[in-house]
């Protein structure tokens, strides 16, 4: 039997997910990422997160805009929690298995996560292993992968299509971060 031939993923080009290969109300998260370069926006991504939270302390990571906000730590908790399904429903996509996946409720996932009282490096860290994990994985789909179709939470997505939402997902809540944790006029 022949050898599988052995792609080189920087050859692979991903196109952008149409409309129909994830459901509608992702849109707000994937139209916010230009280009086709998937894996080099994940990979950016990871350093514009880590300019922004170089030299953050506690007080920062403890600050909440409103009342009934997330703090800036369950903010990035957040992030990685869901990146982490994301990244396991593209697996379980990419490997052809065909079981619906259920959603999340994202406020209970925040509520019984260790975010608000964890060491803000603690979650940083987890942030760069979170996100290295992604990229690792994503890299290492072949052409084939990166179409299929499987469902989750009552909708049919693509592998192609999480990737460009676990992209979209992080920098809606980056700039979230920037603008109404980290702004310069908070002070």
């Not at 170089?54 to 800036?72: H, I, L, M, T, V």
């Not at 299509?161 to 603008?179: D, F, K, P, S």
Request: hydrophobic share 40%.
């Amino acid at each position: 039997m022949p050898e599988p031939a052995v792609v080189n993923p920087a050859a692979l080009t991903i196109a952008r997910p149409e409309p129909g290969e994830y459901a509608p109300y992702y849109d707000r998260y994937i139209s916010l990422i230009t280009g086709s370069d998937i894996l080099g926006t994940l990979d950016a991504q990871r350093r514009q997160m880590m300019m922004l939270l170089s030299g953050r302390d506690e007080n920062d990571g403890d600050f909440r805009y409103a009342p009934d906000k997330w703090n800036a730590k369950e903010v990035l908790g957040h992030v990685c929690d869901t990146e982490r399904i994301f990244a396991y429903r593209a697996l379980r996509i990419a490997r052809g298995d065909q079981t619906p996946m259920e959603g999340f409720e994202q406020d209970d996932y925040v509520k019984n996560g260790p975010f608000a009282h964890a060491p803000l490096a603690e979650i940083i860290e987890d942030y760069i292993a979170v996100r290295r994990a992604t990229i690792t994985l994503l890299r290492n789909l072949d052409e084939a992968a990166w179409a299929r179709r499987g469902v989750a939470n009552k909708n049919e997505v693509s592998v192609r299509a999480l990737a460009y939402l676990i992209a979209g997902h992080e920098l809606h809540h980056r700039r979230i971060l920037e603008q109404k944790y980290f702004s310069a006029s908070r002070g």
